[in-house]
């Protein structure tokens, strides 16, 4: 396991946020975005995040023990499910770790942070939205409770593929 720290992001860790939510549009299959975003899109998408006490953005930083550097590995927030009022107990919970760390149990720990946050913050349900083909992520939702409630087939492209994907929906009760 990898020596990590999980915390909010601030105005510096835009550009990691960035890269590597753009290597996930690139790689296709977790970001229904076809083209790589602009650092402001994203700065937009972090301050969208508000009140930040209710919708946090936390990035996981890792340190190399042999040399002591610390490098952000991935970021996670928890959103509005939706803009009326009466949703307000729905989270929707999201989280994308950067490729050269994949399987090394970090997108674990940031959904285990993600849910005890949405925990603390009263929320009754979270939610997310995978690709249904993206096995990884559907492990990890089954593997920390989330039922799939819903199946939208045929409904999303992704970069570089012409192929439309079905795209699952997860809830898990808090």
């Known amino acids: 396991m990898l020596n990590y720290e999980i915390r909010p992001a601030e105005e510096r860790d835009v550009r990691a946020i960035t890269d590597i939510y753009n290597e996930a549009v690139i790689r296709g299959g977790s970001s229904a975005d076809l083209e790589p975003v602009s650092l402001d899109a994203r700065r937009a998408w972090v301050d969208s995040h508000q009140p930040r006490a209710t919708y946090p953005v936390v990035v996981i930083d890792v340190t190399d023990p042999a040399t002591g550097e610390r490098e952000t590995a991935g970021f996670g927030s928890l959103s509005k499910f939706h803009q009326r009022a009466g949703y307000d107990g729905i989270t929707e919970l999201s989280y994308y770790i950067a490729r050269r760390f994949h399987r090394q149990g970090l997108g674990t720990e940031m959904v285990r942070?993600?849910?005890?946050?949405?925990?603390?913050?009263?929320?009754?349900?979270?939610?997310?939205?995978?690709?249904?083909?993206?096995?990884?992520?559907?492990?990890?939702?089954?593997?920390?409770?989330?039922?799939?409630?819903?199946?939208?087939?045929?409904?999303?492209?992704?970069?570089?593929?012409?192929?439309?994907?079905?795209?699952?929906?997860?809830?898990k009760t808090l």
């Open 113 to 171: 942070w993600l849910l005890d946050a949405a925990v603390e913050r009263g929320f009754r349900h979270a939610t997310t939205i995978i690709y249904a083909d993206n096995a990884g992520s559907v492990a990890l939702m089954r593997a920390f409770g989330f039922t799939r409630f819903g199946l939208l087939p045929a409904a999303v492209a992704t970069a570089g593929d012409d192929t439309l994907h079905d795209m699952s929906y997860w809830v």
